[in-house]
């Protein structure tokens, strides 16, 4: 190979691994300024005004079992039509 074509091999190599660099450089200042400006006030808001908002609690702890009795509602055809 030609030694020109050599040179240009050699600095567009440079040129993408430094390419590389500055992405992952402006790729992480991104995401953390998305993180603190959006979700973490969520999360904090989340936090401090319903601390569970799945309610994944069982109940009393005392209790003997979390067993919760299915509710039977009236069974036709359209109950199984939609979904919820």
Not at 16 to 36: A, D, E, P, Q, W
Request: aromatic residues 12%.
């Amino acid at each position: 190979m030609s030694p020109v074509l050599n040179l240009l091999k050699t600095i567009w190599r440079g040129w993408k691994r430094g390419v590389h660099g500055i992405n992952s450089v402006i790729s992480f200042t991104l995401m953390s300024f998305v993180y603190c400006t959006a979700l973490a006030p969520v999360a904090i808001g989340f936090r401090l005004f319903k601390p569970d908002p799945t309610d994944r609690g069982l109940g009393d702890p005392n209790a003997e079992s979390y067993w919760q009795n299915v509710r039977i509602t009236e069974q036709d055809v359209r109950r199984s039509q939609r979904m919820w």
